[in-house]
C-alpha cells in the first residue's frame, strides 16, 4: 500500500512540474489518459531513482562534499531527463525538453513530493 501511495505522490509531483515548467509536457487526448501516463511516469522515475541514484551517490561522493549536496541538483534534473527519455521508448507521452527544464522540474517534483509527504504522512 505503502508504494502505491508514493507512485501516487510522485505522479502528482510530475503533474504539478508539467502545469508549472514549460518544457515539461504530458499529452494525451484525456485527462485520463494524461493521468495514467503520469502514473507510468512516476513508476519509472521510482525505478530510476531507485537503481541508478544510490550508484551515482556511492561513485560522486567526494563532489557532494565538495559542493555541499548541490550537485544532487544536477543528479535529479539528469535522472528527470533520463526518466522523460525513458517513457518516450516506452511511447508514453511525457518529455522533458533540455537540462534546465529538467532542473527546475526536478526541484519542482522535490519539493511536491515532500509537501505531499508530510500532508498525507509517510511510514518511513
Not at 557532494?64 to 528527470?80: D, E, K
Request: proline share 2%; with cysteine.
Amino acid at each position: 500500500m505503502r508504494i502505491l501511495l508514493k507512485v501516487g505522490i510522485t505522479a502528482v509531483a510530475l503533474w504539478a512540474a508539467t502545469a508549472l515548467i514549460h518544457g515539461i509536457t504530458v499529452s494525451g487526448d484525456t485527462a485520463g489518459r494524461r493521468a495514467l501516463t503520469l502514473l507510468g511516469v512516476a513508476v519509472i522515475f521510482g525505478l530510476v531513482n531507485a537503481i541508478i541514484k544510490p550508484i551515482v551517490k556511492t561513485l560522486g561522493c567526494a563532489f557532494y562534499v565538495l559542493t555541499l549536496g548541490l550537485i544532487g541538483l544536477v543528479v535529479n534534473a539528469l535522472l528527470l531527463w533520463l526518466t522523460s527519455e525513458v517513457a518516450e521508448r516506452m511511447e508514453l507521452p511525457f518529455h522533458v525538453a533540455g537540462f534546465w527544464a529538467a532542473f527546475w522540474g526536478a526541484i519542482v517534483v522535490g519539493v511536491v513530493g515532500w509537501l505531499l509527504h508530510l500532508v498525507l504522512g509517510d511510514d518511513d
